[in-house]
């Protein structure tokens, strides 16, 4: 009979002193200065109390426009990313001679630096010569192109679409490991009870890739409810402040030395993010425990 082996609890120190100093310590701090007048012009820093809370909600201050593109670009890429990830993690599950190097190919671009990303696709979209719409041109299709950066038509779109290419392969490869982990078995038994391909994706596919569809969910909303460096690059939250997010106001608060109120807006986007999150994990923990 296998014995339950206890550890020390000694062992967890090193990890919760790191964790301490690295994250909940400056946490602490954070949810301080945002309640300050903590700024770049004077040396004294006063406690104001929710005064940077009552100004962010505020009509003039345009936190409630880049809190909706926060959610727009998050839930929008999230969807985006899971659909496409799961149909190629389907197609490549197969067995296609080429798997292997298209596997290769489609996670590529999740390994590159946001920064060059978004400095390629800043030409890509360029409005006068940008490979886009040369192409567009090319195959008679002039009437298409746009200024896709600089119209507030869009401009989210683009980024949104940048966004989805360089995450979708990270989706695809978490997805083909929960596909690869079915027992075929499932499907053989499936087929001779007359099942419909989809039939066997929605009764046997869904339910026991759920795993990695709650990874894949948890990740995909967390990164882009969090997102700066691409649209920064991009657009800098223009034109005007069409694709302004929450952690752009916070790069512009900064930049004009308010720091407390930049601070008071990166405390609501990780409670925002922290409560989202948590939501939707303990609803697909429970749909999950249902469904076995």
Do not use: C
Request: hydrophobic residues 50%; positive net charge.
């Amino acid at each position: 009979m296998n014995e339950k082996k206890v550890y020390p609890l000694a062992f967890l120190i090193p990890a919760v002193v790191v964790y301490s100093l690295l994250f909940f310590i400056p946490s602490l701090f954070s949810f301080y200065y945002s309640m300050t007048d903590w700024n770049g012009f004077n040396d004294r820093m006063n406690f104001i109390g929710l005064d940077n809370y009552r100004q962010l909600f505020d009509d003039t201050s345009g936190f409630v426009h880049y809190f909706k593109n926060t959610v727009i670009f998050g839930l929008a890429t999230t969807l985006l990313k899971n659909v496409i990830g799961l149909g190629l993690a389907i197609l490549l599950n197969e067995g296609l001679k080429s798997r292997n190097a298209l596997r290769t190919i489609f996670f590529i671009p999740y390994s590159l630096s946001p920064l060059i990303i978004g400095l390629i696709f800043a030409s890509v979209f360029d409005a006068n010569h940008g490979l886009l719409n040369n192409a567009l041109s090319a195959v008679g299709l002039s009437s298409w192109t746009k200024g896709w950066l600089i119209d507030t038509l869009y401009a989210m779109p683009a980024v949104i679409s940048v966004e989805t290419w360089k995450f979708v392969g990270f989706n695809m490869i978490i997805y083909l490991a929960g596909l690869q982990m079915i027992d075929k078995a499932y499907y053989e038994a499936a087929s001779i009870d007359g099942a419909s391909r989809r039939a066997k994706f929605f009764q046997i596919t869904m339910p026991l890739i759920m795993p990695a569809f709650t990874i894949n969910l948890i990740l995909n909303l967390i990164n882009g409810f969090k997102v700066f460096d691409l649209i920064f690059v991009l657009t800098r939250g223009g034109p005007g402040n069409v694709t302004e997010v929450m952690n752009t106001a916070v790069f512009r608060e900064f930049s004009a030395g308010r720091y407390g109120s930049a601070t008071a807006i990166g405390v609501v986007l990780f409670l925002m993010t922290t409560v989202i999150a948590l939501s939707v994990l303990s609803m697909l923990s429970r749909r999950t425990e249902v469904e076995r």
